[in-house]
């Protein structure tokens, strides 16, 4: 094919299929993958299987070690009863008497007859003598009922005697069966020999064992099935409070926090359904001033908005109302500042490097705060107390504070009025304060007043109208930075004393 302008045409090869041209779709877009959802094995399941697990390891590893014992008893049993058998005639044969009569025996043959008459052996061993050279001898037995009839099976017999081997073990008909052989020589004609043969069939007691084995998986079995019954029962039993917080997570939001947990025992259960509590009472504590925060906050931060934009839609052409507007703009903007800039303090007060301590002299921090308020206004500034000795605190931050503290008490006094300053060191602690003669707190403020937005009675202040509520705030939080505290002594109509206090020998709580 060619194009219209003589060149060849490029196009997909022949069979592929045309590009798309669906503007929505990428050429590079394929079918989006599924997420898959990740399995979830429960813990009480898990708990469960492990268990399981490991009684099983253990009880196989108990049962092979118990049957390999006592295939190692049986073993050890059978030599010792074999070996036992041997010695007996040698014994017999060294001696060379028959004990009945007391006479020398005559020949090899009156040896094995007299001693395979005596015996007893077990319900599993068969004696045989044997007289003669092994091609052409003949076999004693003894006259009972034997477990093998050894001495009329010389297709087991023979290759026992004709073996160099003085012990082994042989198939027969009965199972397997271990064996010893010792010649046997008459001491005054050598020539006269023969063979004691004893033979043990071992299957019954390896039988015996296979039987105890087999009992005791039976009982392994049983013990796990129950033992999973009862993991199963108390791992639900343990996990209950894991459940119910997991749940209560599940069910916990923004707007309803009051979930609880129900604490029973004093395990590490019942410890982690107490801190999960103690969370959500943080959490709960924390949305709720936040809620508030921001509430208040933003219609601290609309009025100042409100009054601007109103005075800039009435302004007029006059140059005196424009000046008087710009003025009014002005104030409330620089309040607007103010009340961002406090609520930065107030937000860095969360952090962890929000105070920075160091070794600092009182006497010279309380002179340094001393000079740096008397710019504030015309009163009369006083120093009442300084405390001598080194605290460890963040000398900005607690000069911040006692300079807002000075703040608020120029704002409920007048000029000339009295302001006094102090600081101590007493057990470890250190204090400091401002008091004035102002108005006082009235004693339904007090608990309220270091709360963010809140002004109490302004008693009149006029320059605390304009205030926002958060300088006191922020002697709190600098304060409780510090691992300390707030205090407020005040009398109606008589003055009001505000401090902080904190410790001296260590940093902050946080």
């Avoid at 050894?150 to 290759?159: F, G, I, N, Q, T």
């Avoid at 129950?226 to 997570?249: E, S, T, Y």
């Avoid at 052409?317 to 903007?333: G, N, S």
Wanted: glycine content about 8%; overall charge negative; hydrophobic content about 45%.
């Amino acid at each position: 094919m060619t194009a219209t302008d003589g060149s060849p045409a490029v196009g997909p090869p022949r069979g592929a299929a045309a590009p798309s041209t669906d503007p929505d779709r990428s050429p590079l877009s394929g079918p989006l993958p599924v997420a898959r959802r990740r399995r979830v094995v429960p813990a009480r399941a898990r708990i469960m299987a492990w268990m399981l697990l490991l009684m099983a390891v253990v009880s196989l590893t108990v049962t092979v070690v118990t049957r390999n014992l006592l295939m190692q008893r049986v073993d050890a049993q059978v030599s010792a009863a074999l070996q036992q058998e041997v010695q007996e005639l040698q014994e017999v044969a060294e001696s060379g008497v028959d004990r009945a009569t007391q006479q020398p025996f005559r020949d090899v043959y009156e040896l094995l007859y007299n001693h395979l008459q005596r015996q007893f052996p077990d319900d599993d061993e068969v004696l045989v003598g044997w007289i003669g050279p092994v091609e052409t001898g003949e076999a004693l037995r003894q006259n009972r009922a034997e477990p093998f009839p050894l001495a009329d099976r010389p297709d087991v017999l023979m290759p026992i005697l004709g073996s160099a081997d003085t012990s082994g073990s042989a198939p027969t008909d009965a199972g397997e069966m271990r064996w010893v052989k010792a010649p046997v020589v008459h001491s005054a004609n050598p020539g006269d020999s023969g063979a004691f043969v004893v033979g043990y069939l071992v299957d019954r007691d390896r039988a015996e064992v296979s039987e105890t084995i087999q009992t005791l998986v039976l009982v392994s079995v049983l013990g796990l099935l129950f033992a999973g019954v009862a993991a199963w029962v108390v791992a639900g039993q343990i996990l209950a409070p894991v459940r119910l917080v997991r749940q209560a997570a599940a069910e916990i939001g923004e707007h309803d926090l009051t979930q609880r947990i129900p604490v029973n025992g004093n395990d590490d259960i019942a410890a982690l359904a107490e801190q999960f509590n103690a969370m959500l009472d943080r959490l709960e504590q924390a949305f709720a001033a936040q809620r508030q925060f921001v509430d208040d906050a933003s219609h601290e931060l609309r009025t100042p908005i409100t009054i601007v934009r109103g005075h800039l839609e009435l302004m007029g052409d006059d140059p005196a109302d424009r000046a008087a507007v710009v003025r009014l703009c002005t104030d409330e903007l620089d309040r607007m500042n103010r009340i961002v800039a406090d609520l930065l303090v107030l937000a860095k007060a969360e952090r962890p490097d929000f105070v920075r301590v160091e070794p600092v002299e009182v006497a010279e921090l309380t002179s340094d705060i001393y000079a740096k308020v008397r710019a504030i206004a015309d009163r009369r500034w006083l120093v009442e107390a300084i405390g001598e000795g080194v605290a460890h605190v963040d000398p900005q931050r607690v000069t911040q504070a006692m300079v807002q503290l000075a703040q608020n008490a120029v704002q409920h006094t007048g000029d000339g009025d009295d302001v006094l300053i102090g600081s101590s060191m007493l057990d470890g602690r250190v204090a400091f304060w401002v008091t004035d003669r102002g108005p006082g707190v009235p004693p339904g403020d007090q608990s309220k007043i270091f709360d963010r937005f809140s002004r109490g009675a302004t008693g009149g202040a006029s320059a605390h109208r304009s205030g926002a509520g958060l300088g006191l705030a922020i002697v709190r939080a600098i304060a409780e930075a510090h691992g300390g505290g707030v205090r407020l002594v005040s009398v109606p109509g008589q003055g009001a004393s505000f401090g902080i206090d904190l410790p001296a020998d260590r940093g902050g709580n946080r």
